[in-house]
């Protein structure tokens, strides 16, 4: 009798170890593939672990070209579940190639049409705007006895002959929307003028939005062009820095979110969409950007102008798209020779 029972608790310990394994096993786990900026990634994610602590996230974050290019380059054999945060003016682009799966996230009808695509099952879901924004440092600035910028125009001056530094459009998408910007406020014969003439005040081209902003805090730059709550943050931290936002007014995009098209859809990668436009990430997002797409009671951060829409231009996101490798393509034959070596 007690050798029976013996073995009818070492069968039970082994149908449970069989039971675990089976569960750690089956355990849901996605790759997302993003643009968000390092630093914010980890705190955005807080709420969705709480809520989902059985799905496993895999991010994969690189700069908006990377991440452009990559999902271009995988478009017959994807490999990201879902795309969170990149410029909305890219998930055009892998639209117009076929690789977005129409989904409706749980509480879209909250997101304003103008942050979203067409149709009732849109292919992408705006979470934030980012701006065109001008850091300077204020102690560099004083020491070498220049002008703050106000504008566009003022970057074309003289005096700050190799003293600016630029996000290259091929690899940032803040690059990218403030060149999108100059032309489809100046026209693109105008644009391409006026990058010209800028080009001889450009010191260096980098391959990140937010490097422009960390250069002129660092003081190894005066002038950085770059997005606005870059600088505003590094103020806070107790940067000499000022962000300008021009008064011809900010290029623009939308941090978007995406489901990819593939054969095995999974649910987990419709749940983290369904958060990513939740409450609680639009809380998040908020502390960091005086847009989003789902209004928040935060207050407008400091450093940005009161009524921030009023600052954006008009962008027609399908333009931007349709020619963006037509931008690149002589943006990269007529500047790349200052880009800052590829990291």
Not at 161 to 190: C, H, R, W, Y
Not at 275 to 294: C, L, Q, R
Request: net charge negative; hydrophobic share 35%; aromatic share 8%.
């Amino acid at each position: 009798m007690k050798k029976m029972m013996l073995i009818v608790v070492a069968l039970s310990m082994l149908f449970v170890a069989a039971c675990s394994s089976g569960t750690a096993e089956t355990k849901e786990e996605i790759t997302v593939y993003t643009a968000l900026e390092d630093d914010m990634i980890p705190t955005y994610l807080e709420s969705f672990k709480e809520k989902y602590p059985d799905i496993k996230v895999n991010i994969v974050r690189d700069s908006t070209g990377v991440i452009t290019a990559k999902l271009l380059a995988e478009k017959d054999n994807p490999k990201a579940d879902a795309v969170w945060g990149l410029a909305a003016t890219s998930l055009l682009v892998a639209d117009q190639e076929g690789m977005l799966e129409g989904y409706a996230p749980e509480g879209i009808e909250r997101v304003g049409d103008a942050y979203k695509g067409d149709g009732e099952t849109p292919h992408w879901v705006g979470i934030d705007a980012w701006m065109t924004g001008i850091s300077v440092n204020t102690v560099e600035i004083a020491e070498m006895g220049l002008d703050i910028p106000r504008s566009y125009e003022d970057l074309l001056d003289p005096q700050y002959k190799d003293l600016i530094v630029m996000p290259n459009p091929a690899s940032s998408g803040t690059g990218f929307l403030t060149v999108s910007a100059l032309m489809q406020t100046m026209g693109e014969e105008e644009a391409w003028n006026y990058m010209d003439n800028l080009h001889k005040n450009i010191g260096m081209y980098t391959h990140s939005g937010s490097k422009p902003a960390k250069l002129a805090g660092q003081g190894e730059y005066p002038i950085g062009i770059s997005f606005g709550y870059r600088g505003i943050t590094q103020a806070e931290k107790g940067e000499p820095i000022k962000t300008i936002f021009p008064e011809e007014g900010s290029g623009w995009d939308l941090e978007a979110n995406a489901l990819v098209k593939k054969e095995d859809t999974k649910p987990a990668a419709k749940k983290f969409l369904d958060w990513a436009i939740s409450d609680e990430a639009m809380k998040e997002y908020s502390e960091n950007f005086a847009i989003t797409t789902v209004p928040t009671d935060k207050p407008v951060p400091e450093g940005f102008p009161q009524d921030p829409t009023e600052q954006l231009i008009e962008n027609d996101f399908n333009w931007a798209a349709e020619n963006r490798e037509m931008i690149l393509d002589q943006w990269t034959k007529k500047y790349d020779g200052k880009s800052a070596p590829e990291e």
